[in-house]
């Protein structure tokens, strides 16, 4: 498989990748006890190697009272996953998967299970996936985002996206049917799967994009892995997309109804910003929340605001110049008294405009974008400001997240605030959201 994107991103690619092979060995098509005294005739090493890339807990069957199993998609450095550790205090047995060696180090560093694997090696089909109920993909989006290229906005790409991902969803059986199972999940089940078509093939289906390919195609993981678990029986229950807000309606929408047609009964995008949650910065992005059962709204705001000057001890009267790089109402200046603009990976060259060695230290970057000011971001200073840049904002992700498990999640978030910012968010806070 063509490595471009992932050799440009970070360097020469040894992530882990699939063998030849997409079929499951002999004896993990059993189930229940079977399985398991299958599995425990075998060799640790032997485990390891069905297993490989992921835990060899995994090829067991979920017992209940183990926490419940997920995949973090190109989850960088785990800001998703500070939103559930951290911020609501839920601890799943989440795997997070990204091809950058730094993100994956920072996701390791900071307390989540991470594994370097380029996400067009992920093969929802797995043994060891068929445990996963839940499920996130946060793609980069230099092709969508107003700071990249935005060449996946071009019509023909857009167009031989989505054919893919009608394309990908009918391979896996996914299709409308007369009596069908859609609109209820209790009933659902996919069709004849296209057997001989194997994840590699799928992702050639994007292969004509046109110049934006890096990036655009990536979208089509959240229905190439999501049914592709569904397919594979796993008792997938909710996925979480984040995204550039620029990204394509006819994308949005091709994504969404193929988890209604597999008989999903919730499936949202919205348009969310991590500074109506407290973030000292704004962040912009489009969510889908889809949940198997559940009947979904869209989460309101709680506009709750954070002065990035605040969050990190600065003067409100600051003006930081960002060397061109962005075009604020004050020109390349702007006033640090506010929620500032989006973080991007060029904060590593912003300054002080009355002091040019007065710049941003990365534990400074970690606050101004939601992370604690600890948050162990390991890298070169570009890298560890790329990572930030593109995390999934924590405060985002309590909310989503919150929704879907049915947690009170905005008292649990106004506590995190107050304990990154206790000399701006105290009690007080925490008491009304209460």
Known sequence: MDKEWCEECCGPCDCWSPASSERPPEGMELEGEALVAYLDSLTEEQRQEIAGPWPVRWLYPWREGQPERGINVCGGCGGGCVGL????????????????????????????????MDVRDLDPRHPALRGTRRAVFTMPCPDWSVAGKRLGLQPENIEILVDAISDVAEAYGNVWRAGGHHGDASTAVFGDPYDDVTVAEMWSWVGELTEGKRTAGLMLAPVLVGMGLLAAGAPLESVIIEQAWTLPEPVKAAIGIEYIVAGWNGVVW????????????????AIMAASREKFLTRIE????????????????????????????????????????????????????????????????????????????????????CQQLGDVFSPLVSAAVWGVLLDIKWLPRLAQYLADRYPHIHGQDVYAEAA
């Open 85 to 116: 550790r951290l911020v609501l205090g839920v601890e799943l047995d989440l795997i997070c998967v990204d091809s950058s060696k730094d993100a994956t180090a920072t996701a390791q560093a900071a307390g989540c299970n991470a594994i370097r």
């Open 270 to 285: 919205d348009i969310m910003d991590a500074g109506d949650y407290g973030s000292p910065s704004t962040r912009r992005r």
């Open 301 to 384: 705001a709680p506009g709750i605001t954070t002065w990035a000057s605040d969050a990190i001890g600065w003067d409100p009267e600051t003006w930081i110049n960002t060397r061109g790089v962005r075009k604020t109402s004050g020109g390349n200046e702007f006033k640090l008294g506010r929620t500032m603009p989006g973080v991007t990976s060029k904060i590593r060259g912003w300054y002080d405009a009355d002091d040019s060695e007065h710049r941003f230290t990365i534990a400074e970057v970690c606050l101004l974008v939601g992370l604690p000011a600890d948050f162990p971001v390991i890298g070169s200073r570009s890298s560890q």
